[in-house]
């Protein structure tokens, strides 16, 4: 018994300490970001441009819904059918967005390291409160 109790520990640990690592690097999310910044603003004053709506207030957003941004309609129809924007969504879509969403109009072939994906979502998180 107490061997396997023993055993059991380093599981536990993992555990407790795994939302901490979930919720990532908010000063690398910042220069992650950068790689976005053609296409999309956020922060104070950030503005749709053509290419890419505000990404202020994304997370916890139904998707396609901010009223002066062109979306695609694979977009559009996403957030009719219900999505919106949490973590573990844009965890998802952020990975190919391509894969996520067929026939949306990003070109953006997608961030394959989780942890890049998870501080951009941590920057993100900072502006959607």
């Known amino acids: 018994m107490t061997a ?15 939302p901490v690592a979930a919720q990532g690097d908010t000063e690398n999310g910042k220069e992650v970001f950068k790689v976005c910044r053609s296409c999309h603003q956020v922060g104070d004053g950030a503005r749709n441009t053509l290419l890419g709506p505000s990404l202020n207030g994304i997370i916890g957003r ?3 819904t901010i009223s002066d941004f062109a979306y695609s309609d694979a977009n559009k129809q996403a957030g009719e059918k219900g999505l919106v924007w949490t ?20 070109k953006f072939t997608g961030l394959k390291d989780q942890e890049d994906r998870r501080d951009i979502i941590a920057y993100l998180k900072q502006f959607s409160k």
């Open 4 to 18: 396997r109790l023993w055993s059991s520990i380093p599981l536990i640990l993992i555990l407790i300490a795994q």
């Open 62 to 64: 139904k998707a396609g």
């Open 87 to 106: 973590e573990d969504k844009l965890l998802e879509y952020l990975r190919s967005p391509a894969d996520f969403m067929p026939g949306n109009k990003m």
